[in-house]
């Protein structure tokens, strides 16, 4: 039972900002914002997680809306590096896995 | 810092032997967990090592089984290997829970192929 609502794809192109929304309408107060991204048959890499602030780090920003019903992680300056599989996941202390969806396919053009 | 590492990175194998992965946690890291990654059933989880002891198990059968050494390092082994098994096994340590506050960090994988 997915928790999270993707987009199963987008472009974006090269030095341009990148907007991957994500609905978890189901959220609940306990529950974090996570985001991870994986390129090809590679392990999924961790980018950036918050509960209910807005969270910037060297990699990207997440935006949660007031009501924690959906995100938006923005990738500031997308490069073809980028081109990856991001997975947005909920997840509280009660979780010990992961559960990662289809996620949305990211295709950076030049 | 140097990240999660496992050990080997890819592998075949053929059906009904038995293979062993390893897997090196981030420095202080004290939880390891356990995936398997295939294109129809996405990522699955395996197990939970914490201190050495196994806290939480995935669905999978017991030709799947794992440990962990004092240093935090694990292994996870399979044997009398399927066709099915073939997949990306994916290594994830934390510091010390696999909640939230503790961010799962992954390693590149090892890709196993059975024939």
């Known amino acids: 039972d997915a928790k999270t609502t993707q987009p199963p794809s987008m472009d974006c192109a090269e030095g341009r900002a990148a907007n991957l929304p994500c609905n978890h309408s189901t959220i609940s107060g306990n529950e974090y914002v996570y985001w991870y991204r994986q390129i090809h048959s590679q392990g999924p890499q961790y980018i950036i997680h918050g509960l209910k602030n807005n969270e910037t780090n060297e990699m990207a920003s997440l935006i949660i809306t007031e009501d924690r019903k959906s995100s938006t992680l923005i990738l500031p300056h997308a490069t073809l590096r980028d081109t990856a599989v991001y997975y947005c996941i909920v997840t509280s202390s009660n979780d010990y896995k992961l559960s990662f969806g289809a996620g949305t396919t990211v295709t950076v053009r030049a | 810092k140097a990240g999660v590492t496992q050990t080997p990175r890819y592998l075949i194998k053929t059906r009904g032997q038995q293979v062993t992965l390893s897997c090196s946690p981030i420095?202080?890291?004290?939880?390891v967990s356990w995936y398997q990654q295939t294109p129809g059933q996405g990522l699955q989880f395996l197990f939970e090592y914490f201190s050495e002891t196994q806290r939480n198990k995935g669905n999978f059968p017991g030709r799947f089984s794992g440990r962990q050494f004092s240093n935090s390092r694990s292994e996870m082994n399979v044997s009398t290997l399927e066709l099915g098994d073939s997949a990306l096994y994916l290594c994830?340590?934390?510091?010390?829970?696999?909640?939230?506050?503790?961010?799962?960090?992954f390693g590149p994988g090892t890709r196993l192929l059975v024939l």
């Open positions: 420095s202080g890291h004290r939880s």
């Open positions: 994830a340590s934390s510091r010390e829970t696999s909640g939230p506050q503790e961010t799962q960090y």
